[in-house]
């Protein structure tokens, strides 16, 4: 499982794609100005039930819950310091 984000705050950029055993499930991204311009896949189940607990849950938001299962918590919560990197490099 594989979670990219992107958080952008000057232009409330924000941005997701989520994979499993490489392959693309859902991506999503969008700003405060341009609303979502781009969105692929089923909603994730996390994302069908943070928007039903919070409809006005915006993309920012959005992207720093969708980390707490892969952290533990929310990304603005997370202790930089002890984000472990990996790279990842396909074979042929």
Known sequence: RVLAILLESTTDMFGYAYFENGQLLRARAGSADDGV???????????RKLKTYDETMDG???????????????????DAWDLKMELFRKTS
């Open 37 to 47: 311009f781009f969105e692929t896949g089923v909603a994730l189940p996390i994302e």
């Open 60 to 78: 920012e938001e959005l992207v720093m819950e969708l980390c707490r299962p892969f952290l533990g918590c929310r990304i603005d919560e997370y």
